[in-house]
């Protein structure tokens, strides 16, 4: 167990419950339907659906449920604000809310939180080897904190009472974004002719590894070699950059300032909730492209923080491996 946490929601699930847990995101939706049974789990169903393909998210859990009992409990974790029982996707146009789950599907409990929120609850399911060190701090009695860029840029905190953590939710990364330099000023002043508000989410991203290159292409005037430009049509733009970052200088150069932009904006993470717990760096990016963290340098861009180098470099850095953190995370927080 790599932190130890609060318990979830109270534990209302009785003998026999059947419990449908979800990774609800911009991209993709993660399902699981499970029926937990004291220190065991069964998993009666599991599987993965391209949000953008459906109307809602109910549409997605009715198709899920088709060969399945329904649930007494659902427990979502959403890539948005979630108020009052009521979650507005940052990413994708869907609104879930809780009364309707409830009516819908006939449960006798929902539960809805934040996906970053969810993710620290899942932090406790995992095993050293199911994350990888990129900073090797040796850590302090303190909070600690999750980053996650993906389709957008979700962070969370975990409060240290003195004894177990305590996950909330925050949208940080949504905060104003400070450049550092003068390409970091040049890069805000071009975002700002296509977006009002640049926040860190328009670069520690996937549609932010977009944006840094088109920068870097139109305003730096790189070249983009033509066999990189046919890769690029109509693919994952942000995967192809990342996969060739040897063979073009655009892409290395792209991939060295969103290694950059990661390690300052988990720095900030890290001095304004003291994570001496650490900064865990999750979501569908990293752990894909670790490897480029060292190679550009993450940990001289981390510790770039005056007189407090010293904090930094005591605090850890690592990241999830495991996808399924939030998933899992979400299922612990309603009855694990």
């Given at each position: 167990?790599l932190l130890q946490l609060k318990d979830g929601q109270q534990k209302n699930h009785r003998q026999g419950d059947i419990v449908l847990a979800g990774d609800v995101g911009g991209t993709h939706t993660r399902l699981v339907?499970?029926?937990?049974?004291?220190?065991?789990?069964?998993?009666?169903?599991?599987?993965?659906?391209?949000?953008?393909?459906?109307?809602?998210?109910?549409?997605?859990?009715?198709?899920?449920?088709?060969?399945?009992?329904?649930?007494?409990?659902?427990?979502?974790?959403?890539?948005?604000?979630?108020?009052?029982?009521?979650?507005?996707?940052?990413?994708?146009?869907?609104?879930?809310?809780?009364?309707?789950?409830?009516?819908?599907?006939?449960?006798?409990?929902?539960?809805?939180?934040?996906?970053?929120?969810?993710?620290?609850?899942?932090?406790?399911?995992?095993?050293?080897?199911?994350?990888?060190?990129?900073?090797?701090?040796?850590?302090?009695?303190?909070?600690?904190?999750?980053?996650?860029?993906?389709?957008g840029l979700g962070e969370a905190g975990l409060y240290r009472d003195g004894e177990k953590y305590h996950p909330f939710a925050t949208e940080g990364g949504h905060c104003d974004f400070a450049p550092y330099d003068e390409v970091d000023y040049q890069l805000l002043l071009a975002l700002k002719e296509q977006f009002s508000h640049v926040s860190w989410e328009r670069?520690?991203?996937?549609?932010?590894?977009?944006?840094?290159?088109?920068?870097?292409?139109?305003?730096?005037?790189?070249?983009?070699?033509?066999?990189?430009?046919?890769?690029?049509?109509?693919?994952?733009?942000?995967?192809?950059?990342?996969?060739?970052?040897?063979?073009?200088?655009?892409?290395?150069?792209?991939?060295?300032?969103?290694?950059?932009?990661?390690?300052?904006?988990?720095?900030?993470?890290?001095?304004?909730?003291?994570?001496?717990?650490?900064?865990?760096?999750?979501?569908?990016?990293?752990?894909?492209?670790?490897?480029?963290?060292?190679?550009?340098?993450?940990?001289?861009?981390?510790?770039?923080?005056?007189?407090?180098?010293?904090?930094?470099?005591?605090?850890?850095?690592?990241?999830?491996?495991?996808?399924?953190?939030?998933?899992?995370?979400?299922?612990?927080?309603?009855?694990?």
């Amino acid at each position: 167990m790599l932190l130890q946490l609060k318990d979830g929601q109270q534990k209302n699930h009785r003998q026999g419950d059947i419990v449908l847990a979800g990774d609800v995101g911009g991209t993709h939706t993660r399902l699981v339907l499970i029926q937990p049974d004291h220190d065991s789990c069964l998993i009666i169903g599991t599987s993965r659906y391209p949000s953008a393909a459906y109307p809602a998210l109910t549409d997605i859990i009715r198709k899920f449920l088709e060969p399945y009992p329904h649930p007494h409990i659902i427990s979502l974790g959403v890539a948005g604000p979630v108020v009052n029982g009521v979650a507005r996707l940052s990413n994708i146009n869907w609104t879930i809310d809780n009364q309707e789950l409830l009516q819908q599907f006939s449960a006798r409990e929902v539960c809805i939180i934040n996906d970053l929120e969810a993710t620290a609850y899942g932090l406790q399911l995992l095993s050293d080897n199911e994350i990888e060190i990129v900073h090797a701090g040796n850590g302090f009695a303190g909070n600690a904190a999750i980053i996650a860029p993906g389709t957008g840029l979700g962070e969370a905190g975990l409060y240290r009472d003195g004894e177990k953590y305590h996950p909330f939710a925050t949208e940080g990364g949504h905060c104003d974004f400070a450049p550092y330099d003068e390409v970091d000023y040049q890069l805000l002043l071009a975002l700002k002719e296509q977006f009002s508000h640049v926040s860190w989410e328009r670069l520690v991203s996937g549609p932010g590894i977009q944006n840094i290159y088109r920068f870097l292409r139109d305003k730096k005037k790189l070249a983009e070699p033509g066999w990189l430009k046919q890769k690029l049509t109509n693919a994952d733009m942000a995967a192809v950059i990342s996969q060739h970052t040897d063979e073009s200088e655009i892409c290395g150069q792209t991939m060295q300032l969103f290694t950059k932009y990661l390690a300052r904006e988990s720095a900030n993470l890290a001095l304004k909730f003291n994570a001496g717990g650490g900064i865990f760096i999750g979501g569908g990016i990293v752990p894909h492209i670790s490897p480029l963290l060292h190679q550009y340098s993450f940990n001289a861009s981390f510790c770039q923080a005056g007189r407090m180098n010293y904090l930094l470099d005591r605090i850890p850095v690592s990241i999830i491996l495991n996808p399924d953190t939030t998933l899992w995370g979400a299922a612990s927080f309603a009855c694990l």
